[in-house]
């Protein structure tokens, strides 16, 4: 995949285009990349994706906490996707007062779209007045609008998935996503006590990302690095115990596995499901305690899906509803 | 209705002509207030945002400090409004058009905050008159400087006897006083010929229509902003538009910056009202609802 961070560095002769923040890149948007691709192979054009670096809102209201996917997360996932070029300038001020007819105007200038497909509330131009019809007006027969996929009768939207996230259904949240919702980061170093509780951990902090994170609490998750991958326990939120409150620090006990010379390697959690709240411990060997006991009840449920794995090969989906063990969420 | 319409005004009419146009092709003036951000000169064309409906409430939100024209400056006239619409005081007829090089010095002195008379045909009240009801009637006009803050001004282009500047100035600023200040500065006199408004705060000429473009009320709609998209303020959700209709106070569980300004929306994204942030409450500022 090509990337290119202008859109002024490009003049294609044909292609097939989508347009769209893509948010999550959830079963929604998967289904606008497969349209996507399905045309450019038909008419055998490039595929182009047209998604800008940063959220616009991210930029315009400086909001916090609001990204499913971050940029490098979503280019990742864009990657996956197969598409031939994503082109993602970062939205700025010349971008936020652009009128629709500009934009429409670049796009035909450097890309000459075959095919423009777009969601069916995508929006754009200065104070989100370009619409579906304003593609239609200028691009007639060529733009193809998708109605929003639904699930269970809800309409996928990157919005819905935020609010699921944000009330910790990481369930939910993952198979609107098609896929569990994850984390990437590069290791940094921690407070180096959780070798004396018997379960050292690889710790990050989002504090300068826009990321949203689901509720401070413990989570069973799954660790990926060095194209390896096992399971551990992941602590979103701060150590109220050791009197640490940095709410976006997250931190991962990985099991079974010795972690050694892992500072600055890059790593994707993926979370799968919440264990328990965040707790203070008015002593440290409390909560030496409480960590053993789950990392127990995580590698009980663990055994569980592996079980059902050999029967289904769907991991987001694993079903918990017959796991006897009482959560303090769910 | 509610919302702003941009509106690229046309050479040789007032402001307020254009909303007396808007009008005449349907705009029921009883049912939703009108009003425009900063008055244009019926000299100047441009940028005239027209806020409608309960929109006029926001205007000091919209008052964008940040205001970009683009100004012909004529030299060898002065006149007593400052620009070519006016009576001439003085003209010079032979004189050497001064080098761009020269300009350019002249329009640094421009840059900044500065101090700037007003012209004596202006709007500004003088004991609670305007200054050109004072002007008209044959008085003295006697106006005190005013600070302005001058962010760019940038010489653009030189004719024979004219030359062109884009300024990027804040509210309260006259272009045409610029025009006639220039003139003493150049020791030779100065005033504006022609000024287009090019930017708003962030509402710029690409975005503008003409009236001819507007035929009835259906066109007015159509091309209406919405407020919630323009208003770039931290967001609070709320799901009983009625009580918010009905100015009730809300917690401020959210963490909102104590004397912030929130809006707040509908479950559907519609904006409901503007609330300012007192330490553990929020309490209503404009309601829109």
């Known amino acids: 995949m090509k990337i290119l961070r202008d859109i002024e560095n490009i003049e294609l002769k044909s292609c097939a285009l989508a347009i769209g923040n893509f948010d999550g890149v959830h079963i929604g948007h998967q289904k606008i990349m497969n349209d996507l691709l399905k045309y450019s192979k038909q008419k055998d054009i490039p595929s182009v994706v047209f998604s800008f670096y940063n959220h616009p809102l991210i930029y315009i209201n400086k909001i916090k906490d609001y990204y499913i996917t971050c940029p490098e997360e979503k280019i990742q996932l864009f990657k996956e996707q197969g598409i031939d070029i994503l082109i993602m300038p970062d939205f700025n001020e010349s971008f936020m007062k652009m009128s629709p007819e500009n934009f429409i105007k670049i796009l035909k200038d450097h890309l000459n779209p075959q095919h423009i497909i777009v969601g069916k509330n995508f929006n754009f131009g200065f104070a989100r007045k370009g619409n579906p019809q304003t593609l239609i007006d200028n691009f007639d027969d060529k733009v193809n609008v998708i109605e929003q996929v639904r699930y269970e009768g809800i309409k996928i939207s990157s919005t819905i998935i935020r609010e699921l996230l944000k009330s910790g259904d990481i369930k939910k949240a993952s198979t609107l996503l098609g896929r569990n919702f994850f984390i990437t980061s590069k290791v940094r170093s921690g407070k180096k006590i959780g070798r004396d509780l018997n379960a050292p951990t690889i710790n990050f902090n989002m504090d300068q990302t826009s990321k949203i994170l689901p509720p401070a609490g413990v989570y069973i998750s799954k660790v990926f690095y060095d194209s390896r991958c096992s399971y551990g326990i992941s602590n979103i939120g701060g150590a109220p115990t050791l009197d640490s409150f940095d709410d976006k620090c997250i931190e991962t006990h990985i099991f079974d596995k010795e972690i050694k010379n892992m500072y600055n390697k890059q790593v994707k959690i993926e979370l799968l499901k919440f264990l328990r709240e965040e707790i203070k411990f008015d002593d440290l060997s409390l909560l030496k305690d409480k960590i053993s006991e789950d990392i127990a009840n995580a590698k009980k449920i663990i055994n569980l899906w592996r079980k059902d794995e050999t029967n289904s090969n769907n991991h987001y989906h694993s079903s918990d509803d017959d796991i006897n063990y009482k959560c303090t969420r769910d | ?289």
């Open chain 2, 1 to 289: 209705m509610l919302g702003i319409l941009l509106i690229n005004k046309d050479k040789d009419m007032s402001s307020f002509d254009v909303i007396r146009k808007l009008r005449k092709k349907g705009l029921n003036s009883k049912k939703f207030k009108t009003g425009y951000l900063g008055t244009l000169d019926p000299m100047a064309k441009g940028v005239l945002p027209i806020l409608i409906g309960k929109a006029t409430k926001l205007a000091d939100l919209f008052q964008a400090d940040r205001k970009k024209y683009i100004g012909r400056i004529l030299i060898g006239k002065k006149t007593d409004t400052y620009d070519v619409t006016g009576n001439v005081l003085e003209e010079v007829n032979e004189f050497k058009m001064p080098s761009s090089a020269k300009i350019k010095e002249i329009l640094s002195t421009f840059r900044g905050r500065i101090m700037q008379t007003p012209p004596a045909v202006s709007a500004k009240k003088i004991n609670g008159k305007r200054a050109y009801e004072i002007f008209r009637k044959g008085d003295q006009v006697e106006l005190n400087p005013v600070e302005v803050n001058i962010k760019s001004i940038n010489l653009i282009e030189v004719f024979d006897k004219e030359f062109v500047i884009e300024v990027e100035c804040s509210k309260g600023t006259y272009i045409r006083s610029i025009a006639n200040d220039f003139g003493e500065k150049l020791g030779i006199p100065a005033t504006l010929s022609g000024l287009t408004r090019s930017a708003v705060g962030d509402f710029i000429l690409d975005n503008c229509i003409t009236l001819d473009k507007i035929n009835d009320v259906k066109d007015i709609k159509d091309n209406l902003l919405d407020i919630n998209t323009l208003l770039h303020l931290p967001k609070l959700c709320y799901r009983e538009p009625k009580r918010i209709a009905n100015g009730i106070f809300i917690k401020n569980r959210e963490g909102f910056e104590d004397g912030s300004l929130i809006k707040v929306i509908s479950e559907e994204n519609k904006i409901l009202a503007i609330y300012k942030t007192y330490e553990g409450t929020l309490k209503p500022e404009v309601v829109l609802v």
